[in-house]
């Protein structure tokens, strides 16, 4: 018996060739945009909010913004895989608008920006309950410390 086959990988096709098509309209990444845009970024202190007319121009501390909240959310903290997530996960890629910084890039951002994103997030999450995005689950955490038989004092 055959096994199930996939489409040929050098066959032309149709499909939606537009980043919006492939995001869902109830995803989280359109919910992290939303907020985003919404907030005014140079009065809550990110650096490179405000744009010289020499020199490179740097990433937009907004894209930089949200993919921290879509990293923190899905439990993705290095700069690195952050960076690898750019470059393979579309709802980043849309939320990026097909960005893809370095990891030192990334880097930079959180180290000059650690007293800014840190009242991101507080608000963000202030925010989420709000609008009742997320149930409040109970967590328990167990703070028992038990001395093993290897341990050095034995």
Request: charged share 25%.
């Amino acid at each position: 018996m055959p096994y199930i086959r996939g489409e040929n990988r050098n066959q032309l096709s149709l499909t939606p060739m537009c980043l919006d098509d492939y995001v869902g309209s109830s995803s989280i990444c359109r919910v992290i945009a939303a907020y985003v845009e919404s907030l005014d970024l140079a009065e809550m202190g990110f650096k490179y909010a405000e744009t010289k007319e020499t020199g490179r121009p740097p990433y937009n501390p907004a894209n930089m913004l949200m993919l921290y909240l879509y990293g923190y959310l899905n439990r993705v903290r290095s700069s690195r895989r952050l960076e690898a997530e750019t470059q393979r996960n579309l709802e980043v890629m849309w939320l990026m608008e097909k960005l893809t910084p370095d990891d030192k890039t990334i880097c930079n951002f959180r180290k000059d920006n650690a007293a800014a994103l840190k009242k991101v997030f507080r608000e963000f999450s202030l925010w989420c309950n709000r609008q009742g995005l997320y149930g409040k689950e109970l967590v328990v955490v167990d703070g028992t410390k038990i001395r093993a038989n290897n341990s050095r004092r034995n």
